[in-house]
């Protein structure tokens, strides 16, 4: 019996080590934050779950990271990937480290410190693979003279409930945007890969997972945008709990 018991209970011992999720990491484990100084860590059990915890961090005068607070979130149907290997249409959320750095809603700013745009009927979101200087980049309009494919497009208003709040996760992010007032829309000098996918959000909770976005309550996305400062350069680190002070 004492051998019985003493091989079950090794056993137990093991399974339930296999089960334990990753210690939370602090944002000083973390590879990529540099001079942030604000942190939001998203994190799930496995590369497979589609839900996660998000918890905000800031540092402090006295340079130590302090919790400010935590909250529930629900990421892509198709679990995370690597930010360099995520593909379009997967459903996978981009695991990494991401500036975030503008903001925008259906409904009006609730007071947040971010650039906020309140979108309406006409405000889409680019994703034509077909038309690289326009991918991933807001529309504010469908100009006959466009580009890009309104069928390969979000049109934001379409989401009030998810879009009620939004913050952009700065993924697969083109740069050097200029507006061409010729075909009305905004273009960009260094393009985003048009295979990796657009439209990475952090915002409301929709109803259940995401096409790889990471949502979270409605009251939780106002409480974030209200904490979110540019001067303490925000960041999100994103990735299942086994591979998070790596992302």
């Known amino acids: 019996m004492k051998r019985i018991a003493a091989v079950l209970?090794?056993?137990m011992t093991a399974v339930l080590a296999t089960a334990a999720p990753a210690a939370a990491a602090l944002p000083d484990e973390l590879a990529h934050v540099g001079n942030a100084r604000q942190v939001i860590v998203v994190s799930g059990r496995s590369?497979?779950?589609t839900h996660a915890t998000v918890r905000a961090f800031q540092r402090g005068a006295d340079g130590r990271w302090r919790q400010s607070f935590t909250a529930k979130a629900r990421i892509g149907y198709g679990g995370w990937k690597w930010a360099a290997a995520r593909r379009q249409d997967t459903g996978q959320t981009p695991a990494g480290t991401f500036t975030l750095t503008q903001a925008f809603g259906v409904r009006a700013d609730p007071g947040t410190r971010l650039p906020y745009r309140k979108v309406d009927a006409d405000d889409y979101w680019a994703g034509d693979n077909r038309d690289a200087k326009?991918?991933?980049?807001?529309?504010?309009?469908?100009s006959p003279k466009r580009?890009?494919?309104?069928?390969q497009a979000e049109r934001l208003?379409?989401?009030?409930?998810?879009?009620?709040?939004a913050v952009v996760i700065d993924f697969n992010k083109p740069s050097g945007v200029r507006w061409d007032a010729a075909r009305r829309q905004y273009v960009a000098i260094t393009k985003a890969d048009t295979r990796r996918?657009?439209?990475?959000?952090?915002?409301a909770s929709g109803s259940g997972s995401t096409a790889g976005c990471v949502s979270v309550s409605r009251a939780d996305m106002v409480r974030l945008l209200r904490w979110l400062k540019p001067s303490a350069k925000p960041r999100i680190v994103m990735a299942p709990a086994s591979a998070i002070r790596k992302a």
């Open 9 to 11: 209970a090794f056993v």
């Open 147 to 151: 580009t890009w494919r309104v069928s």
């Open 134 to 142: 326009t991918y991933n980049l807001f529309q504010p309009a469908a």
């Open 197 to 203: 996918g657009s439209a990475i959000f952090l915002h």
């Open 157 to 165: 208003a379409a989401y009030p409930r998810q879009y009620a709040h």
């Open 47 to 49: 590369w497979t779950s």
